[in-house]
């Protein structure tokens, strides 16, 4: 048993901004799943919105935020993340090599559903690759900094007074570890990989709700999934994500006929929120019209965007044809562990930050590059409270003996949960799908509070999977309305008389799934 005063689980920025953070004060061992750089920040292509130009101010990035978010995200949250972030990012841009126009001064991308200019961006579409690597390079000369790769944590611990006090985890060879802290950080994602067609990290599958569910934290807002419009894709199948930068530098969606989709739809056009153009998109298909990016108008293509043109390249696409397939894709986990300003679950000891966290910035649909400034503000904000905490309170760390029975087996593959939740819990939803999902996921006996030390990594991975998908989708099926990104066919409308702002959570009461209705609220700050 190794004890530290922090553990991380992941890898991704909001992990590495809290590392950065609390390497000069307290002991951090950061737990990876697979490599350090397997993260989805890692891959992020579009930026960190700030409203760092002198013509935008905080104000306007809080508005796009909530018009994005539908009326569901948590004022006070928001306008928290745009000020906080606005301070970061103006010192950070004197520190990491953002790219700039040739007077010296910060190129500024538009986005989706932004009024204003405002996302800062590394080597044209490659700024998470920039930030980890410069994040990495700030942790490699700490001692107080230690790293374990390529193991997945299977249980978080918890004593008898129910603190969350380490870890279990199990590696490659499938030999189980265990690790002790005074305080545990879930920073693991989201959950992509539940569906076919995504933009994530094979390895992003949704461990931290399952994680943070088992333990007993309170999980919300599951029925908001955000598709991206524009996943590239090839023989039936998406191999990469490309930007919204790149509509934004001006290419526009059309279809085979050459019809401009997005002309008469809304007044962004093209740069209309993520959920409104993945919409569209799938109607396209569901009409049996391929879709394309034109990107003629778009100048210096290669030069603006290197690695989609690389990608591009290693598929075979031209761009000389100046169309680009494309098709929408799961993207980004709105919903996750509730937490308070800080990043506190309703478990003690238990935190959560990043995408796998339901901070109320998002709304119900996220604006895009509000992630990684999200990563960042929280990752700095959560530090500054562990520094104030610190790690010297005695605490028993003796973990409460389970008495659970044995997972024995899961009788789906990791691929047929795929296909069942693109097709029932996708980006068009109803009651008949969704009631046949559910059916389907609680069809053999198992629950979601088994014991599984003794099952194999792949065990584990579709248990963890299938305990995600029951919340997901029991999620969709509750909310009867529209609204962002979880959208109803047969519950076209917002309901706000009865939905607006109110979220549906679930927890876990004596190894039971219960189910209740809130709207935004505090969890208490406690060490």
Same mark, same amino acid.
Request: glycine share 8%; net charge positive; aromatic share 8%.
């Given at each position: 048993? !190794? ?18 953070? #609390? ?39 809080y ?18 993340l ?9 010192? =950070? ?22 009024? &204003?200019? %405002? ?14 690597h410069?994040?990495?390079?700030? #942790? ?6 230690? =790293? ?23 590696d ?46 309170k999980?919300?807002?599951?029925e ?6 524009? +996943? ?36 962004? %056009?093209?740069?209309?929120? %993520? ?5 569209? #998109? ?17 100048r ?9 043109? !690389? ?11 100046? &169309? ?45 590059s ?12 959560l ?39 693109m097709?029932?819990?996708? /980006?068009? %939803? ?9 059916? =389907?996921?609680?069809?053999h ?11 194999? +990594?792949?065990t ?6 299938? /305990? ?6 029991? *999620?969709?099926?509750?909310?009867t309305?529209? $609204?962002?990104?979880?959208? $109803? ?12 702002q &109110?979220? /549906? ?19 208490? *700050?406690?060490?």
């Amino acid at each position: 048993m !190794k004890k530290t005063d922090i553990i991380i689980i992941g890898s991704g920025i909001a992990a590495l901004q809290l590392a950065n953070q #609390l390497q000069e004060q307290l002991n951090v061992t950061i737990i990876t799943k697979k490599a350090i750089t397997s993260s989805n920040s890692y891959r992020a292509q579009g930026g960190i919105a700030a409203a760092i130009c002198p013509d935008d101010d905080t104000f306007n990035h809080y508005q796009d935020t909530i018009i994005a978010g539908d009326q569901h995200g948590n004022a006070t949250a928001i306008y928290d993340l745009v000020t906080e972030g606005r301070l970061f990012m103006q010192n =950070w841009v004197k520190l990491v090599p953002f790219d700039t126009h040739a007077n010296g001064k910060i190129s500024l991308g538009l986005e989706g559903a932004h009024s &204003k200019a %405002r996302i800062v961006h590394c080597g044209g579409d490659q700024t998470g690759k920039y930030v980890i690597h410069f994040l990495l390079d700030s #942790l490699r000369s700490s001692t107080r900094v230690h =790293w374990i790769e390529n193991e997945m944590v299977m249980n978080l611990l918890q004593n008898e007074s129910g603190r969350c006090i380490g870890v279990t985890t199990k590696d490659k060879n499938e030999v189980s570890h265990m690790y002790m802290a005074n305080h545990v950080v879930l920073a693991t994602g989201g959950a992509g990989e539940l569906y076919t067609n995504t933009s994530n990290a094979s390895s992003v599958t949704g461990d931290g709700i399952a994680l943070a569910y088992r333990a007993g934290a309170k999980i919300c807002d599951m029925e908001f999934f955000q598709f991206h419009p524009t +996943l590239l894709y090839i023989n039936g199948k998406s191999v990469g994500l490309i930007s919204e930068a790149v509509r934004g530098a001006g290419a526009r969606l059309i279809n085979d006929l050459g019809e401009k989709i997005m002309k008469e739809v809304h007044p962004q %056009r093209d740069l209309a929120p %993520r959920h409104i153009v993945a919409h569209q #998109l799938f109607q396209q298909v569901n009409r049996g019209r391929k879709i394309y990016l034109d990107i003629r108008q778009v100048r210096d293509f290669p030069a603006k965007f290197p690695a989609i043109t !690389k990608m591009l390249q290693q598929h075979g696409i031209s761009i000389k044809t100046g &169309k680009i397939p494309v098709a929408p894709g799961a993207h980004f986990m709105i919903g996750g562990v509730l937490i308070n300003e800080y990043g506190a679950t309703s478990v003690k000891g238990l935190y959560a930050i990043g995408e796998v966290a339901a901070s109320g910035v998002h709304g119900a649909n996220r604006l895009a590059s509000n992630s990684l400034l999200e990563g960042l503000v929280y990752g700095k904000r959560l530090a500054s409270y562990l520094q104030q905490v610190g790690s010297s309170q005695t605490m028993d760390f003796t973990p409460k003996k389970q008495h659970r029975e044995q997972l024995t087996d899961i009788p789906f593959t990791k691929r047929e949960i795929q296909q069942s939740m693109m097709q029932a819990v996708g /980006i068009i %939803r109803d009651h008949d799908r969704l009631s046949k999902q559910l059916s =389907w996921l609680n069809k053999h006996p198992n629950d979601t509070f088994r014991q599984i030390e003794q099952c194999s +990594l792949s065990t584990i991975q579709n248990y963890f999977m299938w /305990i995600v998908a029951r919340l997901m989708t029991e *999620s969709a099926l509750l909310r009867t309305e529209t $609204r962002g990104c979880h959208i $109803r066919a047969d519950f076209p409308n917002k309901d706000n008389e009865h939905w607006l702002q &109110k979220r /549906i959570i679930h927890y876990q009461s004596n190894d039971r799934m219960e189910v209740t209705y809130d709207t935004p609220d505090t969890i208490k *700050s406690h060490a």
